[in-house]
């Protein structure tokens, strides 16, 4: 059985949820996606990362 990952670099957040660097550090700046530091390393955990999608606004078909 394969486990699932608990917790993704930036580097792996930033690709499994298809933003750029900056703006996952712009997130964390305003307070919108948690970390935790690991010595130097910045880890996101799966929780926060599905939190911080689920915060995101709604758009209209419109909008895209």
Known sequence: MKQSKV???????????????SFA?????AGHLKIRKA???TLILRVDAEAWLSSLPEASAGAA
Do not use: N
């Not at 993704?8 to 660097?21: N, P, Q």
């Not at 550090?25 to 700046?29: A, F, T």
């Open 25 to 29: 550090y712009e997130e964390i700046k």
């Open 39 to 41: 010595g130097r390393r």
């Open 7 to 21: 917790a993704y670099t930036v580097e792996e957040f930033c690709s499994l949820y298809g933003i750029g660097r």
